[in-house]
T-cell receptor, first 112, second 118 residues
């Protein structure tokens, strides 16, 4: 069974640009979660999508957004990139909200 | 609000030593889940264990064991006879099985960097 896949693995962007990160969940998982792991800040919850709807979001500005497609894959969009957006962005999927979260290997975004 | 505290930022041991990683959590909810994840240098978070708040049984899986004590809000993780391959960052996390703004998210501790020397 394929795990959670994320693309791209690495990305370098310039401040002010926009970026789209992609995530494919484990087959059969309907929930997708996005987390940001910035240096020194630990893992912060960004967004949760389930059945195509945004169910919850963390304490991030509106320039962080995303969507979930009918096949349950998901995109995370970040507009007007700032230097502090440099981080590892991790996607996870699960069958339910009680746990069993499986994480992907992440996308490492560097904003210069 | 929920909070997870891993007081040990870094731990360094020599191979074959036992090591315990501490985790203390705070929540007002009575139904929750606790987790431990391992993050090797590759970056992927590897699931180690999930524990339901109603199940205080300790668990052992090979060299790994977990001690869950609701009375002290702790969920500690012990590696017996550590190996170099255990070197990684370990995260403790909490999720609520309830509605509201906490629903569907994991609250992570800051992580403990474990280095096992040969």
């Amino acid at each position: 069974e394929a795990g959670v896949t994320q693309s791209p693995t690495h990305l370098i962007k310039t401040r002010g640009q926009q970026v789209t990160l992609r995530c494919s969940p484990i087959s059969g998982h309907t929930s997708v979660y996005w987390y940001q792991q910035a240096l020194g800040l630990g893992l912060q919850f960004l967004l949760w999508y389930d059945e195509g709807e945004e169910r919850n979001r963390g304490n991030f500005p509106p320039r962080f957004s995303g969507r979930q497609f009918p096949n349950y894959s998901s995109e995370l969009n970040v507009n007007a990139l700032e230097l502090e957006d440099s981080a590892l962005y991790l996607c996870a999927s699960s069958l339910d909200q009680g746990g069993g979260y499986t994480f992907g290997s992440g996308t490492r975004l560097t904003v210069v | 609000a929920q909070k997870v505290t891993q007081a040990q930022t870094e731990i360094s041991v020599v191979e074959k030593e036992d090591v315990t990683l501490d985790c203390v959590y705070e929540t007002r909810d009575t139904t929750y889940y606790l987790f431990w994840y391992k993050q090797p240098p590759s970056g992927e978070l590897v699931f180690l264990i999930r524990r339901n708040s109603f199940d205080e049984q300790n668990e052992i899986s090979g060299r790994y064991s977990w001690n869950f004590q609701k009375s002290t809000s702790s969920f500690n993780f012990t590696i017996t006879a550590s190996q170099v391959v255990d070197s990684a960052v370990y995260f403790c996390a909490l999720s609520l099985n309830a509605g509201g703004t906490s629903y569907g998210k994991l609250t992570f501790g800051q992580g403990t960097i474990l280095t096992v020397h040969p």
